[in-house]
């Protein structure tokens, strides 16, 4: 004796007919994905590097002002009034306020400890701006200008000047083209040794990658006030090195 209507009957079997049909079809996509994401089963893989060279073309100077006196105030005027100066002289040599960045400052007491006790005996101020140069790699007389005037103007500490690609993304990606090219020759060259056919990539990753920049040692400008007129050094860019390796797999038959 049926319990159940016959309309609910109905519809529950529709509704079991098409589980039914969804679990088919899911179980065909996923063994469709399967099939699809599995590797073929004769592989080999190859590492190589790719190498371009490039001359920098911005560089980063830093250059401070440092200050003693005996009052507080007498030395913060002092360097602040210092600092101003070569910060305009920088600017008047065509270097944007963006590239101009204060990356130090310090101001404190100096101390004498005879007979075990601490007298103030004056005062030290420091100001150092990060100054970028952009286009050394076609000319360097903004480079040269900054360096020498900024002392001439009374910076008396030049920190270093470092040596950079500025934008090293596309030299990076024509190393990696470079170091895929040079991945397929060898494995070629396997392949053949091993009497197989290279066939299509199968997968590329990075393994390695250094575009290291190039710092350039120049020794420290040092000297208080009245120091004798400086002269630029003749800064040689040379050129850099970015590396890329890169790992590719090939499927053989």
Do not use: C
């Not at 270093?160 to 596309?170: C, F, R, W, Y």
């Amino acid at each position: 004796m049926n319990l159940l209507p016959k309309w609910l009957v109905n519809a529950l079997g529709g509704l079991l007919v098409a589980f039914v049909a969804l679990l088919v079809v899911q179980k065909g996509i996923d063994l469709n994905n399967v099939i699809k994401n599995q590797k073929p089963a004769n592989t080999i893989s190859v590492s190589a590097d790719g190498k371009i060279e490039a001359t920098p073309d911005l560089a980063t100077v830093n250059i401070g002002v440092m200050s003693q006196g005996t009052t507080a105030t007498d030395v913060k005027d002092q360097n602040n009034t210092k600092i101003n100066k070569v910060i305009d002289f920088i600017k008047a040599q065509g270097v944007d306020s963006k590239d101009i960045t204060t990356s130090q400052f310090s101001f404190y007491p100096q101390q004498d400890w005879q007979s075990g006790i601490a007298r103030i005996v004056g005062y030290q101020g420091n100001q150092t701006v990060t100054v970028k140069v952009h286009g050394i790699d076609k000319s360097q007389d903004v480079l040269e200008k900054v360096l020498d005037g900024a002392v001439n103007n009374g910076a008396n500490e030049v920190n270093g000047v470092s040596l950079s690609i500025e934008n090293p993304d596309a030299l990076q990606q024509q190393a990696q083209q470079q170091a895929i090219a040079n991945a397929k020759q060898k494995a070629q060259a396997l392949a053949q040794s091993a009497g197989l056919t290279l066939g299509k990539v199968v997968s590329v990753s990075e393994t390695g990658s250094t575009p290291a920049p190039m710092p350039y040692a120049l020794n420290s400008v040092m000297g208080m006030g009245g120091a004798a007129k400086s002269v630029a050094p003749d800064i040689q860019t040379g050129s850099q090195e970015i590396f890329e390796t890169m790992t590719v797999t090939f499927e053989v038959k």
